[in-house]
């Protein structure tokens, strides 16, 4: 173990040593193809290197260091994660992942495998600066349309643009995509959540990506005098809102599994002597159940329906995201599951309520994760923190997996 944990002090050094190339001096905040990113790209590349790698950059921004087989034709395992961060993050989201990968090539100290090894750092996963997450594995898996170029970030640069001023070709992002030697897609990534720390657990296989429902709710009355009208006369869209707001929350608690959240609300016409005009509400729904989550959907909205007909109000909605739950792969979670027991680990199985890249990945190949445990729950902050003896038994797990899967090829 003690091997093990050396090498996690250095996975968590490695990840905090690249928290300092930021955008922010004083905070960490690395969107797509920033300045920082080449500096991120420099550094993770002369890791992979010195590990046996062939490194490139790909036409979308993707960092890939290829360990290879000693057959040609042999298939290709991808373990990645991603490179961007959101505003004032901490040192682990997606970081993690990449250098954990780099660090099991490190492990196999030179060892070749009877199938290619590809560690892929995403060029973003966020959608902080496009508004558009995923564009690094959505060129992997090949779906990064035409359209997507166009994006325009607040300083009016198209992706085209950052692509091209990055120094690579946006007519070229095809040859990002995987061929047909790929053979599944492996993440490891902290769970950004508190379970794990409940259950005193240092991992978790993931058996569910959850599906997202996000809509904008709009109620609408009437504005007008705070201090003239009359209770029973007034038309006040935020007094709905409210009413509806905290029936989303009764609503949450009682299906098992299901979160819902209303995390932005926008009053107009905002003055504290004026009864509210309308009352724009967001809403996050999400489950590892499509259909539990779009019944939970439409019940949230007849509910606004009911109570804005009871207050005199209007109400509308707009559907923003409506995004299906992703089950990772059973033989990639059971052999993830199984490293662990032969690691001496508890298995655990989990849902996650976060997108990750590997919802991308498998669209194309088997995709499997591993979550490590998250201090205090947190993350998208800089407190943001690992454990180094989770660290050291996810690097053993991963390793038991390669070994194991070197053997079934074997066979």
Request: net charge negative.
């Amino acid at each position: 173990m003690e091997y093990f944990l050396s090498a996690a002090n250095k996975v968590i050094d490695r990840c905090r040593l690249l928290a300092g190339f930021t955008e922010e001096p004083g905070g960490i905040t690395r969107k797509f193809l920033s300045p920082p990113m080449h500096a991120v790209h420099d550094e993770v590349g002369s890791w992979m290197k010195n590990a046996g790698m062939e490194v490139s950059t790909d036409a979308a921004g993707n960092l890939r260091g290829i360990f290879r087989s000693d057959k040609p034709s042999a298939p290709r395992l991808f373990i990645g994660s991603h490179l961007d961060t959101v505003p004032n993050a901490g040192a682990f989201d997606g970081i993690l992942g990449v250098v954990i990968g780099v660090a099991l090539v490190e492990l196999l100290e030179g060892r070749r495998l009877p199938f290619h090894l590809e560690v892929v750092g995403f060029s973003e996963e966020e959608g902080v600066r496009f508004g558009v997450p995923f564009l690094g594995s959505l060129a992997l898996v090949g779906h990064f349309s035409e359209e997507l170029l166009d994006h325009r970030d607040l300083g009016g640069i198209t992706v085209r643009e950052a692509i091209q001023s990055y120094g690579l070709d946006p007519e070229k992002i095809g040859e990002a995509e995987a061929g047909p030697d790929a053979m599944g897609y492996v993440e490891f990534h902290i769970e950004q959540g508190p379970v794990l720390e409940s259950l005193k657990v240092p991992l978790s296989v993931v058996e569910t990506i959850v599906g997202q429902s996000r809509l904008d709710v709009l109620f609408e009355g009437k504005a007008n005098h705070a201090g003239t009208t009359p209770m029973n006369l007034r038309q006040d869209a935020l007094a709905g809102a409210a009413e509806w707001i905290g029936a989303v929350e009764r609503e949450a608690c009682a299906t098992n599994g299901l979160v819902a959240t209303v995390g932005r609300l926008e009053v107009r016409p905002g003055a504290g002597n004026v009864i509210p005009e309308s009352a724009q509400a967001s809403l996050d729904v999400r489950h590892a159940y499509d259909s539990i989550r779009k019944n939970a959907v439409s019940g949230l909205l007849e509910l606004a329906e009911e109570i804005a007909e009871r207050r005199d109000l209007t109400v509308t909605a707009e559907l923003r995201v409506d995004q299906a739950a992703v089950p990772m792969d059973r033989q990639g979670t059971s052999a993830l599951e199984a490293a662990a027991i032969a690691t001496g680990h508890r298995p655990n199985r989990m849902n996650s309520g976060a997108g990750h890249d590997a919802m991308i990945l498998a669209r194309r190949m088997p995709a499997a994760m591993l979550f490590l445990r998250s201090p205090g729950g947190i993350s998208h902050h800089p407190e943001e923190a690992v454990l180094v003896e989770d660290v050291a038994a996810a690097l053993q797990v991963g390793l038991k997996f390669l070994e194991q899967l070197e053997a079934s090829h074997a066979r």
